[in-house]
């Protein structure tokens, strides 16, 4: 408690908090958008052809002014964005080779430009490999305020165009068909994507970044069945992991805050793969044994009901028709008795009043007629029919 | 049924443009040739079917048609004029298939996009547009499910969960690709049902269709495509032997004659 207090007194602490949380607010909802389209991968091209735009903007300018480097960040990462869109169109290149040789070029060429501005002796220069991995610690009140104005233009603008982000991601084709411009708006949302990279380079860098924009979105998928649910879990999840990962990197000298912070937000999607109701794991595989067990357990009474209307209830009987040994027939009665449908007199079974209401109604149900024994089946004891 | 077309037939007004009108359309994906110099011209109040083997061009009729994919040549017109101006006189079914169905989002959600064209930018659809959704919803028997997320639905209730959303477009001209694609004999009998009841109204339908048993049951005009346009008009001069021979190779044979 103490550590949350100091959100609010620590000058340094409440920066770096704040920053990681705007990253996640907004990497939470543009991750929402781009995982919907199948983009997710998009944001990790995007992310690391941020590296050769900040080396560039400072080749050029040479400041380290934080604005500046961004937005040599975010050019580099909408150009490739589009690069990549366009081969996508205009060439039969399939995607992930696509995604593989624009994000290793870009990244490869920016690895390269940093080796040779590290190595120009220029003594300022030092701290742009911070980017790579990001260093949360170095975010200032002015960053802070940067982050929350790009923030804010991206945010504002998923508000006003909330319901064509929403037609384009789910139908593109009949958006079109509506005359609404869905390259234009696609093209905007991916550089909505870009300003969420740009937010998120200095806290995480940009190895990591994807990571804000996929899963924060994946935990909130499982949650729920509505997009605009899903936009705001996914902004939630983005600022807990946010700030969690800042404070707890503030217990210890040398916990980095953007590992931890992209660590946070994995655990939490790792949480609701498996146990989100529905969607999750854990209760779909209880809900898949269950419902096995109930179907058996069905059609059990049911065969024990053709019995005892045709034939006699006994352990042979039954064991004959499911072709069963005895012993487990036995087990199987009782089975059927502890659920309050038969009761045993000795050798011979019989149904009690609520296992006929139950398989009269499962007959009506699944609207099965009662199977009748059949003659041929090996043995005469059923063959009644 | 059968009377009330015949009176709208007898009462058509002085002839006005054509619902739609293409002519020398040319589409080609990559060097080949998709639709080549395709005329076609859809009278209005009818159901009309256009019918060809796979791949021979009918979903990308629609789609060039509408504007969705570009054409390398060709003009189209829709109530004699450019597709801009008639937006908002045409409906749209695409192919089932053509979307992820595990969007999160409901089947009411999915009709309501139906009404963002008439919304415009920025406006969220309220009260009577739900109202709206819910009555289109209702016209196709899916009241029930409303607010069923659109993954827990059979393939057939998905199908008519798209005719909802067009059919909350209101239009005058729809477009159907495959609209009875993998559907039970109900779900046919239902989205037919429909149809017929939008010619009624007066409006123009134009369905891909691949059952030529049914054709002549449930069409009053037919295109023939295969990559050209074989034969297009009234079903009685269209639907013959010979008309499907050449459309579909020799191998085919079909009880035209019935
Ligand atoms: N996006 C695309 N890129 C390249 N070729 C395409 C594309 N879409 C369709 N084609 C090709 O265009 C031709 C016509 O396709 P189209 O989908 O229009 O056929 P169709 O008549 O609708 O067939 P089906 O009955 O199978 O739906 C096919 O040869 C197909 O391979
Ligand atoms: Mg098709």
Known sequence: ?385 | MIKSSINEQASALPRRAAPLEVRDLTVAYHEKPVLWDVDLSIPEGQLCAIVGPNGAGKSTLIKAVLGLIPKASGTVQFFGQPLEAARRRIGYVPQRSSVDWDFPTNALDVVLMGLYGRLGWFRRPGKAEREAAMHALEQVGLTAFAHRQIAQLSGGQQQRVFLARALAQASDLYFMDEPFAGVDAVTEAAILQVMRELKKQGKTVVVVHHDLETVRDYFDHLTLLNVQVIASGPLEQTFTPENLKATYGERMSVGVGR
């Open chain 1, 1 to 385: 408690m103490d550590l949350l207090a100091g959100i609010f007194t620590d000058y340094t602490l409440r920066n770096v908090a704040l920053g990681a949380a705007l990253l996640g607010l907004v990497g939470g909802v543009l991750g929402s958008f781009a995982t919907l389209r199948r983009q997710s991968l998009l944001g990790d091209v995007l992310a690391h052809a941020a590296l050769p735009g900040i080396c560039l903007a400072f080749l050029l300018t040479g400041t380290k002014a934080p604005l500046i480097l961004l937005l040599g960040a975010g050019l580099a990462g909408w150009l490739a964005s589009l690069l990549m869109l366009a081969i996508l169109r205009s060439t039969r290149l399939p995607e992930d080779s696509t995604l593989g040789v624009i994000l290793s070029g870009f990244f490869g060429f920016g690895i390269g430009l940093l080796t040779f501005i590290q190595h120009s002796g220029d003594s300022d220069q030092a701290g742009l490999d911070k980017f790579i991995f990001g260093q949360a610690a170095t975010v200032v009140g002015e960053d802070v305020l940067t982050m929350a104005v790009l923030g804010g233009v991206a945010l504002l603008l998923v508000g006003l165009l909330y319901k064509e982000f929403k037609l384009l991601t789910f139908d593109p084709a009949f958006a079109s068909s509506l005359g609404l411009p869905v390259r234009g708006l696609g093209t905007l949302l991916t550089s909505l994507t870009v300003i969420a990279v740009m937010i998120g380079l200095q806290t995480v860098g940009v190895v990591l970044m994807a990571a804000m924009l996929i899963a924060p979105a994946a935990a909130a998928r499982q949650w729920t069945n509505r997009l605009s649910t899903m936009v705001w879990l996914s902004a939630a999840f983005g600022v807990l992991s946010g700030v969690l990962g800042a404070v707890i990197s503030a217990t210890r000298e040398n916990l980095p805050t953007g590992p931890l912070v992209v660590l946070t937000a994995s655990l939490i999607t790792l949480f609701s793969l498996l146990l989100a109701p529905e969607r999750g794991l854990v209760w779909d595989w209880r809900r898949t044994r269950n419902n096995r067990r109930r179907i058996r357990l069905e059609r059990l009474l049911l065969d024990a009901h053709v019995l005892y209307n045709h034939a006699e209830l006994t352990p042979e009987s039954l064991a004959q028709r499911r072709r069963a040994a005895p012993a487990r027939a036995k087990e199987e009665l009782e089975e059927l008795a502890a659920r309050g449908w038969v009761t045993g007199r000795g050798e011979r079974w019989e149904l009690t009043e609520q296992g006929h209401a139950e398989a009269h109604r499962l007959e009506q149900a699944m609207r099965v007629l009662p199977k009748a024994l059949n003659p041929r089946a090996e043995g005469g004891a059923g063959g009644a029919a």
